[in-house]
């Protein structure tokens, strides 16, 4: 079964870092790029980063930029994203995703909340 599994989010200060693990299972993780996206509450869904198969070109949205690293492990399957200087606009629904041939497949999202 293709499956990709969120992890990490939680509470955090505005300031304050979270590190978001993506899993992949079901398909060959290292052959494909992989993408971040999120979603506030009552708001369309936010592009956030994205990296290639090979870890070579990494993209940000504007708002994240110098704030967010994306990264990956092909060894294990995982994708990351390590969020500093987080900001209130940062809080929403955190998902990983990616295409593959018979579709976007996406995870169940990990929630990131920050508040003081």
């Known amino acids: 079964e293709v499956q990709l599994v969120e992890s990490g989010g939680g509470l955090v200060q505005p300031g304050g870092s979270l590190r978001l693990s993506c899993t992949a299972s079901?398909?060959?993780?290292?052959?494909?790029?992989m993408t971040w996206v999120r979603q506030a509450p009552g708001k369309g869904a936010e592009w956030v980063s994205a990296i290639d198969s090979g870890s070579r070109v990494p993209a940000y949205a504007d708002s994240v930029q110098g704030r967010f690293t994306i990264s990956r492990d092909n060894a294990k399957n995982t994708l990351y994203l390590q969020m500093n200087s987080l900001k209130m606009g940062d809080a929403a629904v955190y998902y990983c995703?990616?295409?593959?041939?018979?579709?976007?497949?996406r995870g169940q999202g990990t929630q990131v909340s920050v508040s003081s």
């Open positions: 995703r990616t295409t593959l041939g018979e579709g976007t497949i």
């Open positions: 079901g398909f060959t993780f290292g052959n494909y790029d």
